[in-house]
């Protein structure tokens, strides 16, 4: 039987190139090989401020994302987090035999505090409480993360090893499934490419839209000039080249900028049109699935279907553990 493999992605607006090759292209190339569940998290999603009717629209938007992405359902189980109540049971059991130490020294939780100072809920800090739920309900073999995300996986494993150790053998450790590691960084080339900060290209972009944000990104400082040569590696241009261009162009890029034989504008031309043609036929496949959301609901409620058959057994095995079925 193969692995089981557990990740999730939060409805919380528009999916960037940076989430497509951070994560979901990754998800894509394990499909084949693993039993996989992805999860649009959207309770993890409630614990800063949004608006209910821009959710409900997101969470639709987000399935059909993934699906348009090439996460296909034939192959692998797609479902919506609420939908499955277990996740908030096991949640709150995992509470009980949590220390508030632990929580309290998540990096996650202290950035989140900063940025959310008008709403330090309680969900803010259990959060890590809800993502190793719902990884462990589904005895999830491994996860794929990114090394931001390694401290969340690590505290999911000590909660197993927690519960394990007081009520007997339940939950699986699951191990890190490590993909390539790639983290995009900003149109501003400083900070992680991310919706609040505006940095971003959406994976849904129009190719006009993607030339407008590609031609005042920012570039190598020392090429003031077209003359000027320039040092590609320090440029996020060149970087993002390495993501889209081919190994041909990635070669013409780097010489072309070390000797000012090409410009910026060039460069970013060349980068343009391969961030295009990686998501032209991903904007195809989404008004493709615009079209038919009929289709999206029922592969959810597939999905739903087949996760709360595992969660309730897992959900089975530790109301009786936990002594709460008489
Ligand atoms: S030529 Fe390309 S890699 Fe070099 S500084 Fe300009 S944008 Fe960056």
Redesign the pocket.
Known sequence: MAERVFSGIQPSGVIHIGNYIGAIKNWVSIIDSYDCIFCVVDYHAITVGYTPSELRERILETAKTLIASGIDPDKCTIFVQSRVPEHTELTWILNAVTPVSDLERMTQYKDKKLQNMDNINTGLLTYPILMASDILLYKTNAVPVGDDQAQHLEFTREMARRFNSRFGDTFLEPKTLLGEATRIKGLDGNTKMSKSLNNYIALMEEKEDIWKKLKV?V??P??KRRTDP???YI????SL?RMFSSEEELGF??K???TAE???I???QI?AKNINDTVSPLRDKMRELDRNTDYVMDVLEEGRKTCSRLAGATMEEVREKIGVIY
């Open positions: 990104a570039t190598d020392a090429r320039g040092n590609p440029c996020n241009i060149f080249h890029v780097e072309g900028c070390k090409i410009g910026c060039e460069c970013k980068l």
